[in-house]
């Protein structure tokens, strides 16, 4: 649906913000924008399918955009809104989309290279026009100044200008990008589709695809069409296959990363004949590991048609058709190489068949196995008709054999026409741009691209800005360590620990945490007293008792086999089983006031001889006792065994008594006392 829409504004100050070529109207044109869509004619009816029958379900009426009350329903506004800028006494003119509508009454605001592009003064008057403008697929650049090769990738700088400022481009404006603090200038050449004088381009860099449905593209010689696929399994490879229509020859170049390109890639397919397959397994290590996005990158890039079938049928436009399907690969298909076309593997599937069966023969020029009764007649006609390769052994028609070749530098075998792109894919002659390394194999150039090469951009590690890697590190200890020299050079900072307060390099933090995660993982548990209901630390007598509660028990004449001891100990515990404590928070299990009953002494002192076991007075493994204590351990117990709750066992009993006793019993700072000081169960 079109309509009408232009109206005459002043032109106001430009502002520094505003970039690229979005303009800011009135909030009044906004409204005469609605008014005029909602004004114009509908669109017509589409028209009768001649195909359709009203008695079959196999033809389904055309569906029409109707609403609850039988009426067409409104078409929305169209998005982006494109205008035409032309100034009126010069009659130049440009295109722009609109960034919002909140310019003063009467008043348009330009960005300040597009008034200088008009000749356009703060107050003249410029007409503004709405234009339906198609959507581009395709760009021509000249760069206006020499240093225009200082720019280290011209596809990546232009596209990420376009993407964030621009809605338009119209023939022969020039395009202004900054690469750091240098301005760069490119003239808007041609554009495509005709008659490209202007074109938008929101939306229409990339293609989308949908995991498991074919689409089909055009792209123009020379060129490339992108795609973006969304990966969300990665527990599965993806199969990606590209088929071009002859005449015609696509490469097939894909990524993690945009943009995908010949020099800038992780998976490539190069060759000439049949459908360009990439298979990319789950176990493969840039697919896997990719963290950034769950997006694949696609590149298809069009060739000249190089079969010896290519004739005057070979589109005139330039133009290869081909399409494209990427699907799950749950299983490992051996038949596709990675990252290569399809090639057959021997397996027990692909054996000769009847190769070795009973009463069937070898033929000595195919190589295939014959029926012994027809030998002599196949043999006949294979020799008179058909002729095998000394180098590779293929079997070919002996018209065919002026057309194989073999590559004088590989193993490479094939139809002659594949020569011409072998030896430029392969054994060509590419230098990276940051002149340290050149290769013969364009695949070489994109594994120097994306690893070693000096241009390359990275995330530092340390400084979290993207920067280019530099060369390799120079010593030793950065290079088993990974680190380029931008990161060798900016992990030489040092930060202060704030658990030893010593200032430790970047890149040495996480040996340096990891020595720290050492020592808290051996630390030697606090020893606690062997009373049950006591959380003091142990102390050295016979008992393994706190020196609180030890006291009563010391004797201060000499006690070699320790009775004294054991008579005193007995005594304790047949007072506790009889009468109790009497105290109210006791929470010893061999207490009568825990219990809340008294017991005789019979009894007592039956219970007794089996607690007073548990003791072990004397020996190195240590026992148990049950003797009351006062209030304030009580809690300290209780809160205690909260926190080892609440830890969930993570933390042992005599670290969770440490912790509280380090915070002054606050649970909310032993717990992350804990979490920092206190070493872990190991499981």
Sequence with gaps: MTFAWSATFTVGAATAHLKGDKIILPHTALEAIIQAHAAAPPPPPPLPDPSYDPTSWDHPPPQQTLDSNGFRKPQELPSPLTFQIRNPANRLLTHSGVKEFSAEDGQVRIPAWMMESLSLAVGDQVMVKFTALPKGTWAKFRPITADYMEILDFRALLESALRSN??????????????????????????????????????????????????????????????????PNRASGVQIVVEPREPGDVDVVVSTRSPVSLHDHIWANFESLGPRSILIPAADPDYATQQDSNVLHIGVYGRSPSTASSDSSSNSAGEVDYTIIVRYQDGEDTSLETGAATKSIPSAATDIPNKNAAGYQECTNCGSW????????????????????????????????????????????????????????????????????????????????????????????????????????????????????????????????????????????????????????????????????????????????????????????????????????????????????????????????????????????????????????????????????????????????????????????????????????????????LNLQAPRKRK
């Design 370 to 673: 014959i029926p012994e009764r027809t030998i002599m007649l196949h043999s006949n006609f294979c020799f008179r008709n058909n002729v095998k390769c000394d180098r590779c052994g293929d079997v070919m028609r002996k018209e065919e054999l002026e057309n194989h070749f073999h590559c004088d530098h590989c193993e490479k075998h094939g139809h002659v026409s594949e020569r011409k792109k072998h030896m430029e894919v392969y054994h060509g002659w590419y230098q990276c741009t940051c002149e340290t390394y050149e290769t013969p194999s364009l695949p070489e150039l994109a594994r120097h691209r994306r690893t070693i090469c000096p241009e390359r951009f990275i995330i530092c590690r340390y400084c979290h800005i993207l920067v280019q890697q530099g060369a390799p590190a120079s010593n030793a200890r950065d290079l088993i360590r990974g680190l380029c020299s931008h990161e060798s050079y900016c992990g030489d900072r040092t930060i202060q620990c704030q658990k030893c307060t010593q200032m430790v390099s970047l890149k040495d933090v996480q040996v340096h945490a990891q020595h720290h995660e050492y020592q808290r993982q051996n630390q030697t548990a606090p020893l606690l007293c062997s009373n049950q209901n006591c959380v003091r630390t142990k102390s050295t007598n016979v008992l393994g008792l706190c020196q609180l509660c030890f006291g009563p028990y010391w004797v201060p004449t000499e006690d070699p086999k320790h009775q004294k001891l054991v008579q005193r100990l007995a005594r304790k515990y047949h007072s506790q089983l009889m009468s109790g404590c009497g105290n109210s928070w006791c929470r010893n299990q061999h207490c009568a006031t825990f219990r809340g009953r008294e017991m005789d002494a019979t009894s007592a002192a039956t219970e007794m001889m089996g607690i007073l076991k548990e003791a072990k007075i004397g020996s190195a493994e240590g026992g148990q006792t049950w003797l009351c204590v006062d209030e304030g351990t009580t809690r300290k117990k209780v809160m205690a065994e909260l926190l080892f709750e609440d830890m969930k066992g993570v933390y042992a009993m005599e670290w969770c008594v440490k912790a509280l006793e380090a915070e002054k019993t606050d649970l909310e700072a032993a717990v992350q006392w």
């Design 166 to 231: 621009y809605t338009t481009l119209t023939k022969g404006e020039v395009l202004k990008v900054h690469q750091g603090a240098k301005e760069f200038g490119f003239v808007v050449e041609e554009l495509k589709p005709e008659p490209g004088e202007a074109v938008c381009i929101t939306d229409t860099d990339l293609e989308t695809l949908k995991i498991g449905s074919e689409s089909q593209g055009r792209i123009i010689m020379e060129t490339y069409q992108r795609w973006t696929v969304d990966i």
